[in-house]
DNA sequence: TTCTTCGTAAACAAAC
DNA sequence: GGTTTGTTTACGAAGA
């Protein structure tokens, strides 16, 4: 029963809507309900105005590419450029009224102005991810980044097509004399064979010419693309069809075979061909494959639109390798393990979406909710596993039964999340409109809810509220999470119900909620600390290893805060796991849609708004409760508060 | 393998 | 009497 019970909900569960088709439209500037209020708040640049630049782009590339045959004008190839000047203005007519020709965006532009145009417009496509794309990176590493790749070259294809109707024209206006052994000359300079090939197959699915020998000649290939830092999988490119050799030959048989057996062609779908720019129907794979090596043969036309192709995929892993170190720096500041290079075929946290995405949870360095990540994972990291994150959403795990959510959530809130305070603050706007189940426990998103808060004190439906407020997702299944809130709250310790005047709102123990954490974690700050390098930041979560070195030192650093007496509670105060978020986020929060609470803020005694009436119980809630309320006003965060509330862990 | 944590479901009681 | 609130138990999954 419950295994149906649970089965039914995720099938009722739109988190696959939060995947990738959401977090794309976003960037395609569909404007979804939420991303677009995620990419207009972040972003500085309208979809229209990103548009505009990757037009500008692949005018750019034409250009260069223009240009780059310019200085072969005079060859004898130019004779075979077709020339049709009926079809100029049809092939101009299709262009956008907006589009700047290459002859404009020269007298505009420099050169170096058009390059440095061009970098900004990758930067600015990886900033069209909402914030959570930094996050991801901080909180997932980089293997999310693969998903991202699809999105950018689903962009990619957008400006290929934009690209290849401008050479086209100018082919057909005989302004591109193109020339074979220019051409092909040009591709090789471009790049090193092994670039090239692993260029052809990442970016536009079809095997290089050189590799297309090879694999014809029966070659093993497997030892190109080392890291695969493509979206496609290997398996793909692998059964890429050889549309045309540079001998003239086409594809041999076998792989023709192969093609019309699987009926899938990274080229073709939807009875189209894909090539950029052509969209010519075929009805079958058969004579997609006729029409490949009629069409798109390995011609000057093909080769240019390869060469486009490329300079744009260049300089999106220019970009890429930018972001990667910014990346490095950020986590070696914030004492995290400098990430290995990881696939990045594999999704980023919070949502990662479905078919690219792993799995295994452990594909997640830390996971981030991520959610508002990917493109590609929209979802939390969560269910479906794919979350984002978690984003989930980041994998898509084939939850079949009974937990949906619940483990998946946790193991990543505990060890792969961000910090909750600096992940909501970022993310707030996704969580509240996107249906992501939230990467964090209920305990950690009560105990925010109620750290939250003015009175640091919440009544049971003050917390519902919080929930649905702050988090779509908690908007339905009323009931569920309903029944886990409270059942959290009588659960754990860390959550004092205090009885009010009015009725009992609830409150937090941090004390409590501190010790919840592993008891070997706890015990001198050096020795923490030792622990932590000991550990080689191998075992432990590098966000939760990175706060609780972060934690440690400021320990060190804090004489004051540090006595004999208070010294182990403190150390259970920076060892939990949100602390580790409140201790990163003092380093990382920076604007934030809600306040964020120092470690102080959120150890800080709770103000009661009203003598409780009875202090019934007599265990250790009801005395750091006492402690709490003795200690009431709510005063900026301090280290006399902190130290004033140390002594409640004493009277255990 | 065992223990712990977490999520979920459910039963039950008291208060509203 | 119905709903809300709070407590408790049980179970399964996942990770350490």
Same mark, same amino acid.
């Given at each position: 029963?419950?295994?149906?019970?649970?089965?039914?909900?995720?099938?009722? !569960?739109?988190?696959?809507?939060?995947?990738?088709?959401?977090?794309?439209? @976003?960037?395609?500037?569909?404007?979804?309900?939420?991303?677009?209020?995620?990419?207009?708040?972040?972003?500085?640049?309208?979809? &229209?105005?990103?548009?505009?630049?990757?037009?500008?782009?692949?005018?750019?590339?034409?250009?260069?590419?223009?240009? @780059? @045959?310019?200085?072969?004008?005079?060859?004898?190839?130019?004779?075979?450029?077709?020339?049709?000047?009926?079809?100029?203005?049809?092939?101009?007519? $299709?262009?956008?009224?907006?589009?700047?020709?290459?002859?404009?965006?020269?007298?505009?532009?420099?050169?170096?102005?058009?390059?440095?145009?061009?970098?900004?417009?990758?930067?600015?496509?990886?900033? @069209?991810?909402?914030?959570?794309?930094?996050?991801?990176?901080? =909180?997932?590493?980089?293997?999310?980044?693969?998903?991202?790749?699809?999105?950018?070259?689903?962009?990619?294809?957008? $400006?290929?097509?934009?690209?290849?109707?401008?050479?086209?024209?100018?082919?057909?206006? *005989?302004?591109?004399?193109?020339?074979?052994?220019?051409?092909?000359?040009?591709?090789?300079?471009?790049?090193?064979?092994?670039?090239?090939?692993?260029?052809?197959?990442?970016?536009?699915?079809?095997?290089?010419?050189?590799?297309?020998?090879?694999?014809?000649?029966?070659?093993?290939?497997?030892?190109?693309?080392?890291?695969?830092?493509?979206?496609?999988?290997?398996?793909?490119?692998?059964?890429?069809?050889?549309?045309?050799?540079?001998?003239?030959?086409?594809?041999?048989?076998?792989?023709? %075979?192969?093609?019309?057996?699987?009926? %899938?062609?990274?080229?073709?779908?939807?009875?189209?061909?894909?090539?950029?720019?052509?969209?010519?129907?075929?009805?079958?794979? *058969?004579?997609?494959?006729?029409?490949?090596?009629?069409?798109?043969?390995?011609?000057?036309?093909?080769?240019?639109?390869?060469?486009?192709?490329?300079?744009?995929?260049?300089?999106?892993?220019?970009?890429?390798?930018?972001?990667?170190?910014?990346?490095?720096?950020? $986590?070696?500041?914030?004492?995290?393990?400098?990430?290995?290079?990881?696939?990045?075929?594999?999704?980023?946290?919070?949502?990662?979406?479905? #078919?690219?995405?792993?799995?295994?949870?452990?594909?997640?360095?830390?996971?981030?909710?991520?959610?508002?990540?990917?493109?590609?994972?929209?979802? !939390?990291?969560?269910?479906?596993?794919?979350?984002?994150?978690?984003? #989930? =959403?980041?994998? /898509?795990?084939?939850?079949?039964? /009974?937990?949906?959510?619940?483990?998946?959530?946790?193991?990543?809130?505990?060890?792969?999340?961000?910090?909750?305070?600096?992940?909501?603050?970022?993310?707030?706007?996704?969580?509240?409109?996107?249906?992501?189940?939230?990467?964090?426990?209920?305990?950690?998103?009560?105990?925010?809810?109620?750290?939250?808060?003015?009175?640091?004190?919440?009544?049971?439906?003050?917390?519902?509220?919080?929930?649905?407020?702050?988090?779509?997702?908690?908007?339905?299944?009323?009931?569920?999470?309903?029944?886990?809130?409270?059942?959290?709250?009588?659960?754990?310790?860390?959550? &004092?119900?205090?009885?009010?005047?009015?009725?009992?709102?609830? !409150?937090?123990?941090?004390?409590?909620?501190?010790?919840?954490?592993?008891?070997?974690?706890?015990?001198?700050? /050096?020795?923490?600390?030792?622990?932590? %390098?000991?550990? *080689?930041?191998? %075992?432990?979560?590098?966000?939760?290893?990175?706060?609780?070195?972060?934690?440690?030192?400021?320990?060190?650093?804090?004489?004051?805060?540090?006595?004999?007496?208070?010294?182990?509670?403190?150390? $259970?105060?920076?060892?939990?796991?949100?602390?580790?978020?409140?201790?990163?986020?003092?380093?990382?929060?920076?604007?934030?849609?809600?306040?964020?609470?120092?470690?102080?803020?959120?150890?800080?005694? &709770?103000?009661?708004?009203?003598?409780?009436?009875?202090?019934?119980?007599?265990?250790?809630?009801?005395?750091?409760?006492?402690?709490?309320?003795?200690?009431?006003?709510?005063?900026?965060?301090?280290?006399?508060?902190?130290?004033?509330?140390?002594?409640?862990?004493?009277?255990?």
């Amino acid at each position: 029963m419950m295994v149906e019970s649970a089965s039914e909900t995720i099938r009722t !569960t739109p988190s696959n809507q939060n995947g990738v088709s959401s977090l794309s439209s @976003q960037s395609d500037g569909g404007g979804g309900r939420e991303g677009g209020s995620n990419g207009d708040t972040n972003g500085e640049i309208s979809p &229209v105005d990103l548009l505009h630049l990757q037009q500008q782009q692949a005018l750019q590339a034409a250009r260069q590419f223009l240009l @780059q @045959q310019a200085s072969g004008l005079n060859s004898p190839g130019s004779n075979e450029v077709k020339q049709s000047p009926v079809q100029v203005p049809v092939s101009m007519a $299709m262009m956008s009224p907006q589009m700047i020709t290459p002859q404009q965006m020269q007298q505009i532009l420099s050169p170096p102005q058009l390059q440095a145009l061009l970098q900004q417009q990758q930067a600015l496509m990886l900033q @069209q991810f909402p914030n959570c794309f930094t996050l991801c990176l901080l =909180s997932c590493g980089l293997q999310q980044l693969g998903s991202k790749q699809l999105a950018f070259q689903q962009q990619l294809i957008q $400006m290929q097509q934009l690209q290849q109707q401008h050479i086209l024209n100018l082919q057909r206006q *005989g302004l591109v004399p193109l020339q074979p052994t220019a051409a092909m000359q040009t591709l090789q300079q471009a790049m090193c064979p092994s670039d090239l090939q692993q260029l052809w197959k990442d970016v536009s699915g079809v095997p290089s010419s050189e590799e297309a020998l090879k694999q014809a000649e029966g070659l093993d290939l497997s030892t190109n693309s080392s890291n695969s830092t493509s979206a496609f999988p290997k398996a793909a490119s692998a059964h890429l069809p050889l549309h045309s050799l540079p001998n003239g030959q086409s594809h041999t048989p076998k792989r023709d %075979s192969h093609e019309e057996h699987t009926g %899938s062609h990274p080229l073709y779908g939807h009875g189209e061909c894909k090539w950029p720019g052509c969209e010519a129907l075929c009805e079958d794979i *058969g004579q997609f494959i006729k029409h490949l090596n009629n069409e798109h043969a390995l011609d000057d036309r093909s080769t240019a639109q390869c060469r486009v192709q490329m300079q744009v995929v260049q300089q999106l892993e220019i970009q890429l390798a930018k972001e990667s170190e910014r990346l490095q720096a950020m $986590m070696t500041h914030l004492h995290m393990r400098p990430s290995e290079p990881k696939p990045f075929n594999q999704p980023l946290n919070l949502a990662s979406s479905g #078919s690219l995405l792993k799995r295994d949870s452990e594909a997640y360095p830390e996971g981030l909710p991520h959610p508002p990540t990917s493109a590609a994972t929209p979802i !939390t990291p969560l269910r479906q596993g794919p979350s984002v994150i978690s984003s #989930s =959403s980041l994998h /898509t795990h084939s939850h079949s039964h /009974t937990h949906a959510v619940g483990p998946i959530r946790r193991r990543n809130s505990d060890k792969y999340c961000t910090p909750i305070a600096s992940e909501l603050a970022q993310n707030c706007e996704f969580y509240k409109n996107a249906d992501v189940r939230p990467p964090f426990t209920y305990a950690s998103l009560i105990r925010h809810a109620i750290l939250e808060s003015p009175d640091r004190q919440l009544t049971l439906n003050e917390i519902y509220n919080w929930f649905t407020r702050k988090f779509a997702y908690f908007r339905r299944n009323t009931a569920t999470w309903k029944n886990a809130v409270r059942h959290n709250l009588s659960l754990h310790k860390c959550f &004092v119900r205090v009885e009010n005047v009015k009725g009992a709102v609830w !409150t937090v123990d941090e004390v409590e909620y501190q010790k919840r954490r592993p008891p070997k974690m706890t015990g001198s700050p /050096t020795l923490v600390k030792n622990m932590i %390098s000991g550990l *080689g930041f191998g %075992s432990l979560n590098a966000s939760y290893q990175a706060a609780l070195a972060e934690s440690s030192l400021s320990l060190l650093n804090s004489p004051p805060l540090v006595t004999p007496q208070s010294a182990h509670s403190l150390n $259970m105060l920076h060892v939990g796991h949100d602390d580790v978020s409140s201790t990163v986020e003092q380093v990382n929060s920076n604007g934030s849609c809600s306040p964020t609470l120092s470690p102080q803020q959120y150890s800080h005694p &709770v103000h009661v708004k009203e003598e409780p009436t009875e202090v019934v119980e007599e265990d250790s809630r009801s005395v750091s409760l006492l402690a709490g309320v003795t200690h009431s006003l709510p005063l900026p965060s301090d280290e006399r508060d902190l130290e004033e509330d140390l002594p409640t862990e004493e009277l255990e």
